[in-house]
């Protein structure tokens, strides 16, 4: 984690140096900034020694409940917010397509609740927190190359104060081909050769498009970074006072993890040197998958919302020029809609792995209502349901009515899987799920309006065409249509 770029780039090796140029180019061609091209080639030199990108259990320790301060525990921090909430800027992680929803525009232009998207209710959001503090908070969205274009065409004028941009662009990575490591290339579709390289891009993001220099000259000395398809996620008073008053550098918020989140990342220790460190499933082996997935062992759940000191920031970047991150390595298909493309390698970093880059970073434990996000269909329809509510602060979270954990929802995915295929087979809205355990539905099946699922149900829809669930139905246990 101490490695900086230089060490990371001054390998002269003729075999690697070789096979970069056509990277360098590539890149050069796209006028990436200097330091992105070398920050790629910093993790590309990490593929091409063979490294995996991984984090074994022999160098991580699981963290204790009793070692992170609860959002309960820190209320007392609320006055401090007072001081500091003149000095905070929001920023919305946008880059994500949805591509697991069969999308090809912004994930936050989805309809969530009460014919809002992911924006409208982010701007809501902001709108809500400028008026209760009378203070401009300013929001900024980091877009992909993928998403930009459809989010600042529908985003309404948010008036950020001292015309500080709305918005700015994450970098792009070449893909990887993964037979013989050289730059992939498809005609028919030039973008695809290119990858988003994770949100851990947003640190390098914040200095080449001069937004960091911009906020820090503008007063601004702290950031509340989440993603927009968090809807849970908004400022609070006592995590900023907290944030100020024990002059945290990094604050992460963690939640206990559930069955539904076994796969996201988790926090952790390095042995090494007994800082807090994030793991994610593609950084463990495969050897170790289902102690991973071990609620219990790894029982804190990374929500990927951090609070930042700006200043702190900088700092990390004169002393590294860079922020050290781990390396991801994802391996996909070279086009997502077609299995049969070549196979590349794409090199990713997450922006919570920076908190064992700072020098006094923390953790705080939230509960599960600061954490509503939409990854698949299933998450959607647990966020349209009566699951979760909006509050007044245009915030969606668990509806308090519901005190058992959220079910296991597992909506076929030949059926369900993509948006459209969701919408048409809930038109007339999502079903009840307040007293549901646990749903799985196999085949093809529509819902009608007010149905009301209870305990743990299992429909299934085996002889084939589509079939319907009538309006008004309650459906328990194992259901044959």
Request: proline content about 6%; glycine content about 4%; aromatic content about 8%.
């Amino acid at each position: 984690m101490e490695r900086s770029t230089l060490e990371c780039i001054s390998n002269t090796d003729p075999d690697l140096m070789h096979i970069f140029k056509a990277y360098d180019l590539k890149m050069e061609e796209q006028s990436l900034p200097p330091i992105v091209i070398n920050l790629f080639k910093c993790y590309f030199s990490q593929l091409f020694y063979g490294s995996q990108g991984k984090l074994t259990r022999r160098e991580i320790l699981p963290v204790e409940k009793d070692e992170l301060d609860s959002l309960e525990s820190i209320k007392k921090y609320r006055d401090h917010a007072a001081e500091a909430i003149s000095e905070l800027a929001v920023i919305k992680l946008n880059g994500g397509l949805g591509t697991t929803m069969g999308l090809e525009k912004a994930k936050s232009l989805i309809t969530v609740r009460d014919n809002k998207t992911f924006l409208d209710l982010i701007v809501d959001q902001i709108t809500v927190l400028r008026e209760k503090y009378q203070t401009p908070i300013p929001l900024l969205f980091m877009n992909s190359f993928r998403t930009h274009m459809d989010t600042m065409l529908q985003v309404q004028d948010i008036n950020n104060p001292y015309h500080l941009p709305q918005a700015f662009l994450q970098h792009k990575y070449p893909k990887i081909l993964a037979d013989d490591l050289t730059p992939a290339k498809w005609p028919e579709n030039p973008e695809l050769e290119w990858n988003p390289p994770g949100h851990g891009d947003i640190y390098t993001a914040l200095v080449t498009s001069g937004i960091l220099t911009n906020l820090l000259q503008k007063g601004y000395r702290y950031a509340f970074i989440s993603n927009s398809d968090n809807l849970g996620a908004t400022m609070d008073e006592s995590i900023l006072g907290y944030l100020k008053s024990q002059e945290f550098t990094f604050l992460m918020e963690v939640t206990p993890r559930t069955v539904t989140d076994r796969k996201g990342g988790h926090l952790c220790r390095l042995l090494k040197n007994n800082r807090l460190a994030l793991r994610e499933i593609a950084q463990c082996p495969d050897s170790e998958l289902n102690e991973f997935m071990d609620i219990q062992k790894y029982s804190f759940f990374n929500t990927n919302s951090i609070w930042l000191n700006l200043e702190a920031l900088e700092k990390v970047f004169v002393r590294h020029r860079m922020v050290p991150l781990d390396l991801i390595i994802n391996t996909k298909t070279l086009d997502p809609r077609d299995p049969g493309s070549p196979r590349v390698y794409q090199l990713e970093t997450a922006m919570g792995s920076a908190i064992s880059a700072f020098d006094h970073a923390g953790a705080v434990r939230v509960p599960r209502d600061r954490f509503a996000p939409v990854k698949t269909t299933n998450d959607l329809l647990a966020v349209k349901s009566d699951l979760y509510q909006i509050t007044e602060m245009k915030t969606i979270v668990p509806n308090p009515e519901r005190t058992e954990p959220m079910p296991d929802i597992q909506l076929d995915p030949a059926y369900f899987k993509n948006i459209d295929q969701f919408e048409q087979r809930f038109a007339r809205g999502a079903p009840s799920l307040l007293e549901c355990d646990d749903l799985k539905v196999d085949g093809d099946v529509a819902f009608g309006q007010n149905v009301r699922l209870k305990g743990r149900v299992h429909i299934r829809n085996s002889k084939g065409g589509q079939a319907m669930i009538q309006d008004e139905s309650l459906l328990e246990g194992d259901v044959e249509l």
